[in-house]
């Protein structure tokens, strides 16, 4: 169980940025700290480690510019959930009494779809950022963004409990702002008289 909830943690966090809970990952398996099952253990080499360390630097710095912090999030579409799986399946890698096949399509399928989710609620926020403050808020946001990545990657390593709350209140915030945006658009666009009669 425990070992799910660090899946879906280190997942979820890549949603945000998808190269940080792989160097948190990697550097804990470098250093002795976790023990991850081939071949999920060449995270910790120091090649990938460094490859590693220049992604998450070009990641961190492109999201903090606007304009250029949604072209990031458009080429991420894809890194991020397949971060999100590989992280998953690294996390049930040394799952006891399970198929390892079984085990390992279930763990890519589930973090493809927590890394997905954060990534879209994340895509969908950031635009609304740039128009709001007219690209101020960017690296604050990005910045908060960094640090809630930092700190569910840790605890979904060191206190994978902890992530039951996380998630539930991400699905909540998703679902609100998933009826948000879909009443902003039923909206968009109708006069004062529509929207009076409408009430």
């Known amino acids: 169980m425990e070992q799910i909830l660090t899946g879906l943690g280190l997942s979820g966090s890549a949603g945000l940025n998808a190269y940080l809970p792989l ?6 398996e470098y250093a002795e700290v976790v023990e991850l099952a081939a071949p999920y253990d060449t995270l910790g080499s120091p090649i990938v480690l460094a490859i590693l360390t220049i992604l998450l630097i070009i990641e961190m710095g492109a999201d903090k510019v606007p304009a250029l912090d949604s072209a ?6 894809g890194i991020r959930p397949a971060a999100g799986a590989l992280l998953f399946a690294a996390s049930t890698g040394n799952v006891n009494n399970a198929d390892p096949d079984i085990m390992t399509a279930a763990s890519i399928l589930s973090g493809i779809i927590a890394a997905g989710s954060v990534h879209a609620l994340k895509a969908l926020i950031r635009p609304g950022v740039t128009v709001t403050t007219g690209g101020m808020g960017n690296m604050v946001v990005s910045v908060i963004e960094d640090v809630i990545s930092l700190s569910i990657s840790v605890m979904a390593i060191f206190l994978p409990l902890i992530i039951l709350v996380f998630s539930t209140s991400f699905f909540i915030v998703l679902a609100w702002a998933m009826w948000d945006r879909k009443r ?3 909206y968009f666009g109708k006069t004062p008289q529509e929207l009076n009669f409408e009430y």
Do not use: A, F, Q, R
Not at 23 to 28: S, Y
Not at 72 to 77: G, Q
């Open 72 to 77: 990031n999030d458009v080429i991420n579409t």
């Open 184 to 186: 902003t658009l039923h």
């Open 23 to 28: 160097l948190i990952l990697g550097g804990l």
